[in-house]
């Protein structure tokens, strides 16, 4: 059984920093790629983020791109997303997902894609 474990989401000022971070229990002998998401209320989940199983391809949402960084830890089993010049829009729950793969170099964008999330992490950046 596959769980994600998310953590370190907190309130902040707006132009401030933080890092959240994901997890991975259970069957990590197994390669995943991994995303982040975010969903406001009543809205779409989307993805901000995401990163191949081997860690060198990554892919970010435009409104995001130059402010949070993805990078994994895969001795821990663990992605993190670090989130710089936060805006109060960047205001909402964050989850993680993550997708079983054979290929190291795929990362996925699409909800559909992943096979396994995360509980959700709220991120608050306050003006």
């Known amino acids: 059984q596959v769980q994600l474990v998310e953590s370190g989401g907190r309130s902040v000022q707006a132009g401030g920093s933080l890092r959240i971070s994901c997890a991975v229990t259970?069957?990590?002998?197994?390669?995943?790629?991994m995303g982040w998401f975010r969903q406001g209320p009543g809205k779409e989940r989307k993805c901000v983020a995401a990163?191949?199983?081997?860690?060198?391809?990554?892919w970010y949402e435009d409104s995001v791109k130059g402010r949070f960084t993805i990078s994994t830890d895969n001795a821990k089993s663990t992605v993190y997303l670090q989130l710089n010049s936060l805006k109060p829009e960047d205001t909402t729950v964050y989850y993680c997902?993550?997708?079983?793969?054979?290929?190291?170099?795929?990362?996925?964008?699409?909800?559909?894609?992943?096979?396994?999330w995360g509980q959700g992490t709220q991120v608050t950046a306050s003006s």
């Open positions: 990163i191949s199983a081997s860690g060198e391809d990554t």
């Open positions: 259970g069957r990590t002998s197994s390669r995943y790629a």
């Open positions: 997902a993550a997708r079983s793969v054979a290929s190291d170099r795929t990362y996925y964008t699409q909800v559909s894609s992943y096979d396994y």
